[in-house]
């Protein structure tokens, strides 16, 4: 049973930079693709970036290029996600989600991390 | 990139009817689509991708058809607990998009 544990909530003031981590349980960090979405308050869901099994590498949504790294650290199973230059409008539940390593289908998600950017 | 539009954003139904809920995509996404329930302060579960396959211990009251640009997700015989946010989402072409959702709410 896999499972994806986050950090816990972050408040930030605009122009601060925020890193939430997803540590995978019951499984290797390195037997998924790990992808991440937001969902503002009251609001949809969001893909912000994730792992492309077929060209080997982390896609961004053009929306958060320039301001989002993710990366992995396959010797904690633990993978970040990055987020910089705050504003109010990135307050939002941070969701780590997962597909199998060469997959595409986000069966795993973590349970949220809310980042409150406020002044 | 793709849009995705779901609909109705809204629906009534008395628990032991049928729902169904419609979404469309932009573009052609073949059967690379996902959908996505989601209670009240808790993460997405995935129901069914592939369209029409259900995830691991989804109940067989669910069920997703489709294929190109028009999905349906059918809950027949609802349940107290199946009243939530239902999203579809796309896999098909970089970047993943969701649609806005649809609230499946108690008539």
């Known amino acids: 049973q896999v499972h994806l544990q986050q950090s816990g909530p972050e408040v930030k003031k605009p122009g601060a930079s925020v890193k939430v981590s997803c540590t995978v349980s019951g499984s290797s960090l390195g037997e998924l693709s790990m992808h991440w979405v937001r969902q503002a308050p009251v609001k949809g869901l969001e893909w912000m970036g994730g792992f492309d099994p077929e060209n080997d590498e982390t896609i961004y949504a053009q929306k958060f290029q320039g301001r989002v790294t993710m990366t992995d650290d396959t010797s904690t199973d633990a993978a970040y996600m990055e987020l910089s230059s705050l504003t109010h409008e990135d307050t939002a539940v941070y969701y780590c989600?997962?597909?199998?390593?060469?997959?595409?289908?986000?069966?795993?998600w973590g349970q949220g991390t809310l980042v409150t950017v406020s002044s | 990139e793709v849009v995705m539009t779901q609909s109705p954003a809204t629906l009534s139904v008395s628990p032991g009817d049928r729902a169904t809920l419609s979404c469309r995509a932009s573009l052609t996404v073949i059967s690379n689509l996902a959908w996505y329930q989601q209670r009240p302060g808790q993460p997405p579960r995935l129901l069914m991708y592939?369209?029409?396959t259900r995830a691991t211990g989804i109940p067989a009251r669910f069920s997703g058809s489709g294929s190109g640009a028009e999905f349906t997700l059918t809950i027949s015989s609802l349940q107290s607990e199946d009243f939530a946010v239902y999203y579809c989402q796309q896999y098909n072409y970089w970047p993943y998009t969701f649609g806005q959702g649809t609230k499946l709410e108690i008539k």
């Open positions: 592939g369209a029409s």
């Open positions: 989600a997962a597909s199998t390593r060469r997959g595409y289908i986000l069966h795993y």
